[in-house]
């Protein structure tokens, strides 16, 4: 009972709190499939260490300002955006570090019936079944479109797919915009509006990978690091996990 009642104070002083007399404001810059992982993975540091930390997922301008300028001292991705902004001199090379893995997952309006998708084979047929399907672009539906031409479909499916922009999934299927939404597991589940069906099946629950790294703009370098570590410690892996995501494993 001990050793369960002192877990924050122990991983407190062995990970987070070097360099931490002073508590600091951190602000972190999310991807969409990251958020809700970070969110729980931010209230534990924040409760262990004494830091502040804020979790925000700005778009546009908001987001060009705060990657040149700031307020801003992490920043989570998919590995491309990541690398990118690592050549633009945005984000310290030698801190990037991937922390997190998303499967993929189907959903239906609420009250909808809910296809069958335990095979591929099954899969397949709710997709052709469906009157229309809607995915969006970035890692999720790079890897959903790769599933679909994996299983010769992708001719077939173009005329009744929808491609989604801002917001999740889940939004445009709340309101009937499309039959089957598709994207990552952790933003699908558990949203009003929605009936979450299940992951795909197989081989073709492609796996997004989400890193994170210190922002060059960043005015708390030493305890955005210490983030970094609280983020890939076995303590965080728990916290991941319950938002329907898992550790990242080299």
Same mark, same amino acid.
């Given at each position: 009972?001990?050793?369960?009642?002192?877990?924050?104070?122990?991983?407190?002083?062995?990970?987070?709190?070097?360099?931490?007399?002073?508590? @600091?404001?951190?602000?972190?810059?999310?991807?969409?499939?990251?958020?809700?992982?970070?969110?729980?993975?931010?209230?534990?540091?924040?409760?262990?260490?004494?830091?502040?930390?804020?979790?925000?997922?700005?778009?546009?301008?908001?987001?060009?300002?705060?990657?040149?300028?700031?307020?801003? &001292?992490?920043?989570?991705?998919?590995?491309?955006?990541?690398?990118?902004?690592?050549?633009?001199?945005?984000?310290v090379e030698s801190t990037v570090t991937p922390f997190?893995?998303?499967?993929?997952?189907?959903?239906?309006?609420?009250? @909808?019936?809910?296809? &069958?998708?335990?095979?591929?084979?099954?899969?397949?047929?709710?997709?052709?079944?469906?009157?229309?399907?809607?995915?969006?672009?970035?890692?999720?539906?790079?890897?959903?479109?790769?599933?679909?031409?994996?299983?010769?479909?992708?001719?077939?499916?173009?005329?009744?797919?929808?491609?989604?922009?801002?917001?999740?999934?889940? &939004?445009?299927?709340?309101?009937?915009?499309?039959?089957?939404?598709?994207?990552?597991?952790?933003?699908?589940?558990?949203?009003?509006?929605?009936?979450?069906?299940?992951?795909?099946?197989?081989?073709?629950?492609?796996?997004?990978?989400?890193?994170?790294?210190?922002?060059?703009?960043?005015?708390?370098? &030493?305890?955005?690091?210490?983030?970094?570590?609280?983020?890939?410690?076995?303590?965080?892996?728990?916290?991941?996990?319950?938002?329907?995501?898992?550790?990242?494993?080299?």
């Open positions: 009972m001990r050793k369960m009642t002192s877990v924050l104070a122990t991983l407190c002083f062995a990970v987070l709190c070097q360099g931490a007399a002073q508590a @600091a404001d951190l602000i972190i810059l999310t991807n969409q499939g990251a958020t809700p992982g970070v969110r729980e993975l931010a209230a534990a540091f924040s409760r262990a260490s004494g830091h502040k930390v804020t979790v925000i997922q700005p778009a546009g301008a908001d987001l060009e300002q705060r990657i040149n300028n700031g307020p801003a &001292d992490l920043m989570t991705g998919n590995p491309g955006p990541i690398a990118d902004l690592v050549k633009k001199g945005k984000l997190v893995l998303a499967g993929l997952g189907l959903a239906v309006k609420a009250g @909808a019936p809910k296809p &069958d998708i335990g095979t591929p084979e099954a899969y397949k047929a709710a997709l052709l079944a469906a009157k229309s399907i809607g995915y969006s672009r970035g890692c999720s539906g790079t890897n959903i479109g790769k599933g679909i031409e994996e299983l010769g479909l992708t001719e077939q499916l173009k005329a009744k797919t929808v491609f989604t922009g801002n917001g999740p999934v889940t &939004d445009y299927l709340a309101r009937g915009d499309f039959e089957i939404g598709i994207q990552q597991t952790n933003i699908m589940a558990g949203v009003p509006g929605v009936d979450f069906v299940g992951t795909l099946p197989g081989f073709l629950n492609k796996r997004c990978q989400s890193d994170v790294a210190v922002m060059t703009v960043s005015k708390e370098p &030493d305890a955005a690091r210490a983030m970094i570590r609280f983020m890939i410690s076995p303590e965080a892996a728990p916290l991941l996990r319950k938002t329907l995501v898992e550790p990242f494993k080299s």
